[in-house]
Protein backbone atom coordinates (compact mmCIF):
# COMPACT_ATOMS: atom_id res chain seq x y z
CA UNK A 1 0.00 0.00 0.00
CA UNK A 2 1.19 3.59 -1.13
CA UNK A 3 2.09 5.96 1.50
CA UNK A 4 -0.83 8.26 0.36
CA UNK A 5 -3.25 5.03 0.63
CA UNK A 6 -1.95 4.22 4.00
CA UNK A 7 -2.43 8.18 5.47
CA UNK A 8 -5.95 7.91 3.54
CA UNK A 9 -6.90 5.40 5.14
CA UNK A 10 -5.83 6.26 8.71
CA UNK A 11 -7.63 9.45 8.24
CA UNK A 12 -10.74 7.78 7.28
CA UNK A 13 -10.81 5.71 10.49
CA UNK A 14 -9.71 8.67 12.48
CA UNK A 15 -13.04 10.64 11.26
CA UNK A 16 -14.96 6.83 12.22
CA UNK A 17 -13.68 7.01 15.78
CA UNK A 18 -14.00 11.06 16.29
CA UNK A 19 -17.66 10.59 14.95
CA UNK A 20 -18.65 7.82 17.46
CA UNK A 21 -16.73 9.83 20.46
CA UNK A 22 -18.96 12.71 19.67
CA UNK A 23 -22.04 11.08 18.88
CA UNK A 24 -21.50 8.94 22.62
CA UNK A 25 -20.78 12.29 24.10
CA UNK A 26 -24.22 13.99 22.54
CA UNK A 27 -26.27 10.65 23.38
CA UNK A 28 -25.02 11.01 27.20
CA UNK A 29 -25.84 14.81 26.94
CA UNK A 30 -29.44 14.14 25.47
CA UNK A 31 -29.72 12.03 28.52
CA UNK A 32 -29.65 15.50 30.96
CA UNK A 33 -32.61 17.31 31.75
CA UNK A 34 -34.14 19.55 29.57
CA UNK A 35 -31.79 22.25 29.37
CA UNK A 36 -30.16 21.75 32.62
CA UNK A 37 -33.73 23.20 34.01
CA UNK A 38 -34.57 22.55 37.75
CA UNK A 39 -38.35 22.68 36.33
CA UNK A 40 -37.94 18.47 35.05
CA UNK A 41 -39.34 17.83 38.01
CA UNK A 42 -42.74 17.51 39.42
CA UNK A 43 -45.15 20.31 40.58
CA UNK A 44 -45.34 19.55 43.94
CA UNK A 45 -41.45 19.38 44.79
CA UNK A 46 -42.21 22.96 44.41
CA UNK A 47 -44.88 23.34 46.95
CA UNK A 48 -43.37 21.32 48.94
CA UNK A 49 -39.99 22.99 49.35
CA UNK A 50 -41.82 25.87 49.99
CA UNK A 51 -44.03 25.19 52.64
CA UNK A 52 -41.91 22.96 55.05
CA UNK A 53 -38.45 24.41 55.70
CA UNK A 54 -37.47 21.36 57.32
CA UNK A 55 -38.13 19.19 54.35
CA UNK A 56 -36.27 21.56 51.73
CA UNK A 57 -32.73 22.69 54.10
CA UNK A 58 -32.21 19.39 56.09
CA UNK A 59 -29.78 16.45 55.56
CA UNK A 60 -31.79 13.50 54.14
CA UNK A 61 -31.90 10.28 52.84
CA UNK A 62 -34.34 9.00 50.23
CA UNK A 63 -34.93 4.90 48.60
CA UNK A 64 -35.00 3.57 45.55
CA UNK A 65 -36.99 0.27 45.86
CA UNK A 66 -39.11 -2.07 43.37
CA UNK A 67 -41.77 -3.09 45.15
CA UNK A 68 -42.31 -6.39 42.60
CA UNK A 69 -40.57 -8.87 40.55
CA UNK A 70 -41.66 -9.70 36.95
CA UNK A 71 -44.48 -11.94 36.68
CA UNK A 72 -42.73 -14.24 34.36
CA UNK A 73 -41.40 -17.93 34.42
CA UNK A 74 -38.07 -18.10 36.34
CA UNK A 75 -38.07 -14.33 37.52
CA UNK A 76 -39.64 -14.72 41.07
CA UNK A 77 -38.44 -12.04 43.09
CA UNK A 78 -35.32 -11.47 41.62
CA UNK A 79 -34.22 -8.33 39.83
CA UNK A 80 -30.70 -6.87 37.81
CA UNK A 81 -29.18 -3.57 38.31
CA UNK A 82 -28.64 -2.03 34.98
CA UNK A 83 -28.80 1.36 33.48
CA UNK A 84 -26.46 4.16 36.13
CA UNK A 85 -24.92 5.25 32.84
CA UNK A 86 -27.84 6.65 31.10
CA UNK A 87 -30.41 7.27 34.07
CA UNK A 88 -27.52 9.37 36.28
CA UNK A 89 -27.20 11.34 33.40
CA UNK A 90 -30.61 12.94 33.47
CA UNK A 91 -29.45 14.85 36.59
CA UNK A 92 -25.34 14.62 36.90
CA UNK A 93 -24.53 15.08 33.20
CA UNK A 94 -22.75 18.35 34.22
CA UNK A 95 -22.91 21.23 36.67
CA UNK A 96 -26.35 23.30 36.94
CA UNK A 97 -26.15 26.76 35.82
CA UNK A 98 -26.79 29.44 38.79
CA UNK A 99 -28.77 32.24 36.18
CA UNK A 100 -31.17 28.82 34.89
CA UNK A 101 -32.20 28.42 38.70
CA UNK A 102 -33.14 32.59 38.91
CA UNK A 103 -35.34 31.86 35.21
CA UNK A 104 -37.07 29.09 36.65
CA UNK A 105 -37.84 31.34 39.71
CA UNK A 106 -38.76 34.33 38.01
CA UNK A 107 -40.95 31.51 35.71
CA UNK A 108 -42.58 30.32 39.19
CA UNK A 109 -43.31 33.81 40.35
CA UNK A 110 -44.54 35.48 36.85
CA UNK A 111 -46.11 32.64 34.68
CA UNK A 112 -46.83 29.40 36.21
CA UNK A 113 -50.32 29.02 37.96
CA UNK A 114 -48.42 27.12 41.01
CA UNK A 115 -46.84 30.11 42.29
CA UNK A 116 -44.32 28.30 45.08
CA UNK A 117 -40.95 27.71 44.77
CA UNK A 118 -38.24 26.74 47.56
CA UNK A 119 -36.39 29.93 46.89
CA UNK A 120 -34.26 29.65 50.28
CA UNK A 121 -33.09 25.93 48.97
CA UNK A 122 -31.79 26.92 45.28
CA UNK A 123 -30.02 30.11 47.03
CA UNK A 124 -28.51 28.46 49.73
CA UNK A 125 -27.20 25.73 46.80
CA UNK A 126 -26.13 28.31 44.43
CA UNK A 127 -24.17 30.04 47.35
CA UNK A 128 -21.87 26.34 47.66
CA UNK A 129 -20.46 27.31 44.48
CA UNK A 130 -16.45 28.32 44.62
CA UNK A 131 -16.13 31.90 43.87
CA UNK A 132 -17.73 33.39 41.01
CA UNK A 133 -18.05 30.03 39.32
CA UNK A 134 -21.26 30.64 37.10
CA UNK A 135 -22.26 26.85 37.91
CA UNK A 136 -22.54 24.87 41.04
CA UNK A 137 -23.24 20.72 41.65
CA UNK A 138 -25.99 19.44 43.61
CA UNK A 139 -25.37 18.50 46.91
CA UNK A 140 -25.99 14.97 46.41
CA UNK A 141 -24.61 11.99 46.94
CA UNK A 142 -25.72 8.07 45.28
CA UNK A 143 -25.46 4.54 46.42
CA UNK A 144 -26.58 1.90 45.22
CA UNK A 145 -25.77 -1.46 43.49
CA UNK A 146 -23.97 -1.27 40.82
CA UNK A 147 -24.58 -2.77 37.51
CA UNK A 148 -25.25 -6.50 37.03
CA UNK A 149 -25.93 -7.08 40.66
CA UNK A 150 -29.14 -9.24 41.04
CA UNK A 151 -31.10 -8.22 43.82
CA UNK A 152 -34.58 -8.61 45.36
CA UNK A 153 -37.84 -6.84 45.33
CA UNK A 154 -38.35 -4.79 48.17
CA UNK A 155 -34.64 -4.22 48.81
CA UNK A 156 -33.70 -0.47 48.41
CA UNK A 157 -31.66 -0.36 45.17
CA UNK A 158 -30.35 2.86 45.23
CA UNK A 159 -29.69 5.36 48.15
CA UNK A 160 -29.83 9.40 47.72
CA UNK A 161 -28.08 11.44 50.49
CA UNK A 162 -27.94 15.11 50.76
CA UNK A 163 -30.26 17.80 50.82
CA UNK A 164 -33.50 16.74 51.38
CA UNK A 165 -35.33 19.50 49.09
CA UNK A 166 -32.71 18.86 46.23
CA UNK A 167 -33.35 15.01 46.39
CA UNK A 168 -36.95 15.05 46.29
CA UNK A 169 -36.17 16.99 43.06
CA UNK A 170 -34.69 13.98 41.15
CA UNK A 171 -37.50 11.58 41.77
CA UNK A 172 -39.55 11.27 38.00
CA UNK A 173 -36.07 10.75 36.33
CA UNK A 174 -34.83 8.09 38.78
CA UNK A 175 -37.93 6.62 39.25
CA UNK A 176 -37.51 5.58 34.97
CA UNK A 177 -35.01 3.30 36.42
CA UNK A 178 -37.59 0.83 35.95
CA UNK A 179 -36.97 0.60 32.35
CA UNK A 180 -33.31 -1.02 32.55
CA UNK A 181 -33.74 -2.30 35.32
CA UNK A 182 -36.73 -4.51 33.74
CA UNK A 183 -34.87 -4.71 30.62
CA UNK A 184 -32.06 -6.37 32.19
CA UNK A 185 -33.77 -9.06 33.97
CA UNK A 186 -35.87 -9.75 30.66
CA UNK A 187 -32.31 -10.07 29.03
CA UNK A 188 -31.27 -12.99 31.75
CA UNK A 189 -34.70 -14.99 31.36
CA UNK A 190 -34.04 -15.06 27.77
CA UNK A 191 -30.42 -15.99 28.17
CA UNK A 192 -31.52 -18.73 30.30
CA UNK A 193 -33.36 -20.86 27.16
CA UNK A 194 -31.38 -19.58 24.54
CA UNK A 195 -27.66 -18.86 22.79
CA UNK A 196 -28.92 -16.83 19.94
CA UNK A 197 -31.49 -14.20 20.91
CA UNK A 198 -31.86 -11.33 18.19
CA UNK A 199 -33.54 -7.88 19.02
CA UNK A 200 -35.52 -6.81 16.07
CA UNK A 201 -37.59 -4.21 17.83
CA UNK A 202 -36.28 -0.76 17.01
CA UNK A 203 -39.56 0.58 15.63
CA UNK A 204 -41.16 -0.47 18.88
CA UNK A 205 -38.74 1.80 21.24
CA UNK A 206 -40.31 5.32 22.13
CA UNK A 207 -37.09 7.00 20.83
CA UNK A 208 -33.59 5.92 19.33
CA UNK A 209 -32.24 7.37 22.94
CA UNK A 210 -34.71 4.31 24.40
CA UNK A 211 -33.83 1.76 22.41
CA UNK A 212 -30.09 2.44 22.93
CA UNK A 213 -30.35 2.79 26.80
CA UNK A 214 -32.48 -0.61 26.71
CA UNK A 215 -30.07 -2.33 24.70
CA UNK A 216 -27.04 -1.71 26.89
CA UNK A 217 -29.23 -3.12 29.46
CA UNK A 218 -29.96 -5.93 28.39
CA UNK A 219 -26.19 -6.39 27.44
CA UNK A 220 -25.55 -6.57 31.09
CA UNK A 221 -28.46 -8.49 32.20
CA UNK A 222 -28.11 -11.39 29.63
CA UNK A 223 -24.29 -11.05 31.36
CA UNK A 224 -23.01 -10.18 27.62
CA UNK A 225 -24.83 -12.87 25.11
CA UNK A 226 -27.07 -9.98 24.26
CA UNK A 227 -25.05 -8.62 21.53
CA UNK A 228 -27.23 -9.23 18.10
CA UNK A 229 -29.33 -6.24 17.09
CA UNK A 230 -31.02 -4.34 14.22
CA UNK A 231 -30.18 -0.28 15.64
CA UNK A 232 -27.15 0.32 13.14
CA UNK A 233 -26.25 3.57 15.23
CA UNK A 234 -25.84 1.18 18.48
CA UNK A 235 -23.60 -0.74 16.88
CA UNK A 236 -21.81 2.03 15.31
CA UNK A 237 -21.32 4.40 19.19
CA UNK A 238 -20.42 0.52 20.78
CA UNK A 239 -18.90 -1.78 18.57
CA UNK A 240 -17.66 -3.47 21.75
CA UNK A 241 -21.07 -4.75 23.09
CA UNK A 242 -23.18 -4.95 19.97
CA UNK A 243 -23.15 -6.79 16.39
CA UNK A 244 -25.84 -5.99 13.75
CA UNK A 245 -28.08 -8.07 12.70
CA UNK A 246 -31.07 -8.30 9.45
CA UNK A 247 -33.32 -10.33 7.12
CA UNK A 248 -35.00 -9.96 4.34
CA UNK A 249 -38.43 -8.15 5.32
CA UNK A 250 -41.77 -7.27 3.87
CA UNK A 251 -41.73 -4.30 2.13
CA UNK A 252 -38.96 -5.64 0.27
CA UNK A 253 -40.60 -8.87 -1.02
CA UNK A 254 -44.02 -6.89 -1.57
CA UNK A 255 -42.40 -4.40 -3.96
CA UNK A 256 -42.18 -6.91 -6.78
CA UNK A 257 -45.92 -7.99 -6.30
CA UNK A 258 -47.99 -7.38 -9.59
CA UNK A 259 -51.57 -7.52 -10.75
CA UNK A 260 -50.82 -9.44 -13.75
CA UNK A 261 -48.33 -11.78 -12.63
CA UNK A 262 -48.57 -15.23 -10.30
CA UNK A 263 -47.98 -14.27 -6.88
CA UNK A 264 -45.88 -17.22 -6.61
CA UNK A 265 -43.10 -16.42 -9.21
CA UNK A 266 -42.87 -12.46 -8.03
CA UNK A 267 -42.06 -13.80 -4.69
CA UNK A 268 -39.63 -16.28 -6.12
CA UNK A 269 -37.87 -13.42 -8.24
CA UNK A 270 -37.21 -11.67 -5.06
CA UNK A 271 -35.78 -14.50 -2.61
CA UNK A 272 -33.18 -15.41 -6.25
CA UNK A 273 -32.50 -11.24 -6.36
CA UNK A 274 -32.00 -11.66 -2.30
CA UNK A 275 -29.34 -14.51 -2.69
CA UNK A 276 -27.88 -12.87 -5.47
CA UNK A 277 -26.99 -9.77 -3.83
CA UNK A 278 -27.01 -10.96 -0.06
CA UNK A 279 -26.08 -14.24 0.27
CA UNK A 280 -26.28 -14.92 3.68
CA UNK A 281 -29.82 -14.12 3.38
CA UNK A 282 -32.75 -15.11 5.56
CA UNK A 283 -35.68 -15.73 3.21
CA UNK A 284 -39.02 -14.40 4.32
CA UNK A 285 -41.57 -16.65 3.42
CA UNK A 286 -44.85 -15.78 4.91
CA UNK A 287 -45.95 -12.76 1.81
CA UNK A 288 -48.55 -15.36 0.56
CA UNK A 289 -48.24 -18.21 2.56
CA UNK A 290 -45.63 -19.98 4.71
CA UNK A 291 -47.10 -23.47 4.85
CA UNK A 292 -47.27 -23.95 0.80
CA UNK A 293 -45.54 -21.13 -1.60
CA UNK A 294 -43.25 -19.84 0.64
CA UNK A 295 -41.87 -23.33 1.52
CA UNK A 296 -41.77 -24.39 -1.88
CA UNK A 297 -39.88 -21.25 -3.32
CA UNK A 298 -37.31 -20.93 -0.28
CA UNK A 299 -36.72 -24.61 -0.79
CA UNK A 300 -36.15 -23.84 -5.28
CA UNK A 301 -34.53 -20.22 -4.24
CA UNK A 302 -31.55 -22.17 -2.21
CA UNK A 303 -31.10 -25.04 -4.32
CA UNK A 304 -30.58 -22.28 -7.04
CA UNK A 305 -27.43 -20.95 -5.20
CA UNK A 306 -25.89 -23.85 -3.60
CA UNK A 307 -22.76 -21.35 -2.71
CA UNK A 308 -24.93 -19.00 -0.63
CA UNK A 309 -24.12 -21.73 2.14
CA UNK A 310 -24.86 -19.38 4.93
CA UNK A 311 -28.59 -18.69 3.67
CA UNK A 312 -31.60 -19.58 5.34
CA UNK A 313 -35.48 -19.13 6.50
CA UNK A 314 -37.21 -16.09 8.01
CA UNK A 315 -40.46 -17.88 9.71
CA UNK A 316 -43.03 -14.90 11.18
CA UNK A 317 -46.50 -15.78 11.77
CA UNK A 318 -49.00 -18.57 11.86
CA UNK A 319 -47.97 -21.99 13.87
CA UNK A 320 -44.13 -20.86 13.77
CA UNK A 321 -43.16 -24.42 16.18
CA UNK A 322 -44.79 -26.78 13.23
CA UNK A 323 -43.37 -24.29 10.46
CA UNK A 324 -39.27 -24.94 11.54
CA UNK A 325 -39.71 -28.90 11.39
CA UNK A 326 -41.47 -28.53 7.89
CA UNK A 327 -38.41 -25.98 6.62
CA UNK A 328 -36.26 -28.50 8.40
CA UNK A 329 -37.41 -31.92 7.21
CA UNK A 330 -37.58 -30.08 3.36
CA UNK A 331 -34.49 -28.97 3.19
CA UNK A 332 -33.10 -32.73 4.56
CA UNK A 333 -35.55 -33.75 1.78
CA UNK A 334 -34.07 -31.66 -1.21
CA UNK A 335 -30.58 -32.32 -0.04
CA UNK A 336 -29.46 -28.90 0.44
CA UNK A 337 -26.27 -28.60 2.69
CA UNK A 338 -24.97 -27.80 5.17
CA UNK A 339 -28.09 -27.16 7.75
CA UNK A 340 -29.49 -23.81 7.35
CA UNK A 341 -30.79 -21.37 10.11
CA UNK A 342 -34.15 -21.15 10.71
CA UNK A 343 -35.14 -17.63 12.34
CA UNK A 344 -38.36 -17.68 13.61
CA UNK A 345 -40.11 -14.33 15.14
CA UNK A 346 -43.94 -13.25 15.81
CA UNK A 347 -44.00 -12.75 19.50
CA UNK A 348 -41.29 -14.97 20.62
CA UNK A 349 -40.61 -14.84 24.10
CA UNK A 350 -38.96 -17.37 26.55
CA UNK A 351 -42.12 -19.49 27.00
CA UNK A 352 -42.13 -19.43 23.04
CA UNK A 353 -38.47 -20.37 22.54
CA UNK A 354 -39.31 -23.47 24.85
CA UNK A 355 -42.04 -24.48 23.46
CA UNK A 356 -40.77 -24.35 19.77
CA UNK A 357 -37.49 -26.21 20.84
CA UNK A 358 -39.50 -29.02 22.39
CA UNK A 359 -42.04 -29.62 19.43
CA UNK A 360 -39.00 -29.37 17.18
CA UNK A 361 -37.24 -32.44 19.11
CA UNK A 362 -40.05 -34.53 19.12
CA UNK A 363 -40.86 -34.19 15.77
CA UNK A 364 -37.18 -34.14 14.10
CA UNK A 365 -35.26 -35.97 16.92
CA UNK A 366 -32.22 -33.09 16.55
CA UNK A 367 -31.22 -30.35 19.20
CA UNK A 368 -32.53 -27.09 17.85
CA UNK A 369 -28.87 -25.77 17.36
CA UNK A 370 -30.03 -24.23 14.21
CA UNK A 371 -33.22 -22.42 15.30
CA UNK A 372 -32.60 -18.47 16.03
CA UNK A 373 -34.99 -16.73 17.60
CA UNK A 374 -35.79 -13.30 16.86
CA UNK A 375 -37.53 -11.95 20.04
CA UNK A 376 -38.21 -8.25 19.05
CA UNK A 377 -41.90 -7.44 20.80
CA UNK A 378 -40.56 -8.86 23.84
CA UNK A 379 -38.55 -6.57 25.00
CA UNK A 380 -41.37 -3.90 25.07
CA UNK A 381 -43.87 -5.65 26.66
CA UNK A 382 -44.73 -4.56 29.95
CA UNK A 383 -41.53 -2.32 30.32
CA UNK A 384 -43.78 0.21 32.77
CA UNK A 385 -42.93 1.57 36.17
CA UNK A 386 -45.87 -0.36 37.49
CA UNK A 387 -44.74 -3.56 36.80
CA UNK A 388 -41.81 -3.61 38.86
CA UNK A 389 -43.99 -0.92 41.31
CA UNK A 390 -40.75 1.68 41.39
CA UNK A 391 -40.93 3.80 44.49
CA UNK A 392 -39.07 7.26 45.31
CA UNK A 393 -39.37 7.26 49.43
CA UNK A 394 -38.14 9.65 51.98
CA UNK A 395 -36.15 7.67 54.49
CA UNK A 396 -34.56 9.73 57.12
CA UNK A 397 -34.34 13.54 57.66
CA UNK A 398 -31.65 15.09 60.19
CA UNK A 399 -31.15 13.20 62.62
CA UNK A 400 -34.83 10.59 62.60
CA UNK A 401 -35.62 7.64 60.80
CA UNK A 402 -38.24 8.52 58.46
CA UNK A 403 -40.88 5.98 56.94
CA UNK A 404 -43.97 5.72 55.15
CA UNK A 405 -46.76 3.05 55.88
CA UNK A 406 -49.24 1.43 53.99
CA UNK A 407 -52.00 -1.10 54.17
CA UNK A 408 -50.96 -2.73 51.26
CA UNK A 409 -48.16 -6.19 51.20
CA UNK A 410 -44.54 -4.86 50.42
CA UNK A 411 -45.41 -0.63 49.90
CA UNK A 412 -44.19 0.52 53.47
CA UNK A 413 -40.89 1.70 53.07
CA UNK A 414 -37.56 1.23 54.76
CA UNK A 415 -36.60 4.06 57.29
CA UNK A 416 -32.69 4.77 57.90
CA UNK A 417 -29.86 5.52 55.78
CA UNK A 418 -29.03 1.68 54.35
CA UNK A 419 -26.39 -0.17 53.15
CA UNK A 420 -27.02 -3.22 51.47
CA UNK A 421 -24.51 -6.69 52.57
CA UNK A 422 -24.02 -10.01 51.02
CA UNK A 423 -23.81 -12.57 53.82
CA UNK A 424 -24.27 -15.94 51.83
CA UNK A 425 -28.05 -16.52 50.05
CA UNK A 426 -28.78 -13.30 52.38
CA UNK A 427 -28.98 -9.67 51.23
CA UNK A 428 -28.92 -7.91 54.92
CA UNK A 429 -29.88 -4.42 54.85
CA UNK A 430 -27.87 -2.09 57.57
CA UNK A 431 -27.87 1.02 58.85
CA UNK A 432 -24.66 3.35 57.39
CA UNK A 433 -23.70 3.61 61.02
CA UNK A 434 -23.51 -0.13 61.68
CA UNK A 435 -20.48 -2.55 61.66
CA UNK A 436 -21.70 -5.76 59.70
CA UNK A 437 -19.44 -8.79 58.81
CA UNK A 438 -20.52 -9.17 54.90
CA UNK A 439 -19.92 -8.25 51.22
CA UNK A 440 -20.66 -4.18 50.73
CA UNK A 441 -22.97 -4.64 48.09
CA UNK A 442 -23.75 -1.07 47.55
CA UNK A 443 -21.56 1.50 45.63
CA UNK A 444 -20.74 5.11 45.42
CA UNK A 445 -22.25 6.25 42.34
CA UNK A 446 -22.34 10.32 42.72
CA UNK A 447 -20.23 12.03 44.94
CA UNK A 448 -21.27 15.70 45.17
CA UNK A 449 -23.47 15.64 41.63
CA UNK A 450 -20.52 14.21 39.92
CA UNK A 451 -20.84 10.85 38.56
CA UNK A 452 -18.11 8.51 39.81
CA UNK A 453 -18.83 5.11 38.74
CA UNK A 454 -17.05 4.05 35.83
CA UNK A 455 -17.41 0.25 35.48
CA UNK A 456 -17.32 -1.32 31.63
CA UNK A 457 -20.67 -3.08 30.25
CA UNK A 458 -18.36 -6.20 30.71
CA UNK A 459 -17.92 -6.07 33.96
CA UNK A 460 -21.67 -5.12 34.72
CA UNK A 461 -22.12 -8.30 32.46
CA UNK A 462 -19.71 -10.43 34.68
CA UNK A 463 -21.36 -9.65 37.75
CA UNK A 464 -24.90 -10.82 36.31
CA UNK A 465 -23.68 -14.07 35.51
CA UNK A 466 -22.12 -14.18 38.96
CA UNK A 467 -24.85 -12.78 40.59
CA UNK A 468 -28.34 -14.64 39.65
CA UNK A 469 -30.00 -16.87 42.04
CA UNK A 470 -27.05 -16.06 44.19
CA UNK A 471 -29.72 -14.46 46.78
CA UNK A 472 -33.05 -15.39 47.97
CA UNK A 473 -34.07 -13.94 51.49
CA UNK A 474 -34.24 -10.56 53.15
CA UNK A 475 -32.65 -9.91 56.86
CA UNK A 476 -32.42 -6.21 58.32
CA UNK A 477 -30.10 -5.12 61.13
CA UNK A 478 -31.45 -4.25 64.23
CA UNK A 479 -31.25 -1.53 63.76
CA UNK A 480 -33.29 -0.84 61.02
CA UNK A 481 -35.35 -3.34 62.60
CA UNK A 482 -35.81 -1.12 65.48
CA UNK A 483 -36.82 1.59 63.84
CA UNK A 484 -39.45 -0.54 61.54
CA UNK A 485 -40.72 -2.18 65.20
CA UNK A 486 -40.81 1.38 66.84
CA UNK A 487 -42.57 3.01 64.19
CA UNK A 488 -45.51 0.09 63.21
CA UNK A 489 -46.26 0.11 67.81
CA UNK A 490 -46.72 3.76 67.44
CA UNK A 491 -48.71 3.84 64.45
CA UNK A 492 -50.98 0.67 65.86
CA UNK A 493 -51.49 2.60 69.60
CA UNK A 494 -52.17 6.05 67.78
CA UNK A 495 -54.69 4.19 65.15
CA UNK A 496 -56.58 2.44 67.84
CA UNK A 497 -56.70 5.47 69.98
CA UNK A 498 -58.08 7.25 66.96
CA UNK A 499 -60.54 4.53 66.34
CA UNK A 500 -62.08 4.79 69.97
CA UNK A 501 -62.20 8.54 69.60
CA UNK A 502 -64.47 7.96 66.61
CA UNK A 503 -66.44 5.68 67.55
CA UNK A 504 -66.76 7.16 71.38
CA UNK A 505 -67.88 10.70 69.12
CA UNK A 506 -70.92 8.40 67.29
CA UNK A 507 -72.03 6.69 70.22
Known amino acids: ?72 AGAGDQLIMAGHEDMLNQWFNRPLVKQDIRIAQDWADWDAN ?33 GGQSFLKNVPALSFEGVGGVISFLEPAMCRYFAPVIQATKARLMSQVTEAEAEFGLRAAVNELANIALLRARYVGSGGKGQLTSNDTAVFMFPELFRDIGTIGHEGMSSNQSLVRSLADCELEMMNLALDHVPDSKLL ?3 VDAETIGLINAIKALKAHPDATKAGIRVDSGDIAAQCVDYRFAMREAQIAPDRVIVYED ?42 SAAFKRSWTKDQPNIKFSNSEGKESIPGII ?8 MYVAHVTDKVDGEPLYKKLVSKGRIVYRETPQVQAARANATWGKYSRVEFSPTIQGYISTYREKRATERAAARAALESGRS
Not at 118 to 141: C, N, Q, T
Open 419 to 426: RVYGRGDT
Open 114 to 146: VKAFPHEMWEREISKAPGLSPVFYLDVDVWGFP
Open 1 to 72: MQLLDKFDLWLRKRRLQQKREAMIREYYAKMFILGGMVTSTDTYKRTMGAAFRSFALDRAAYHLTFRRGLSE
Open 347 to 388: EVSPETIVKVRNHYVEKTGEEPTLLFPGAGGYWWKAVLRDTV
Open 285 to 287: CDL
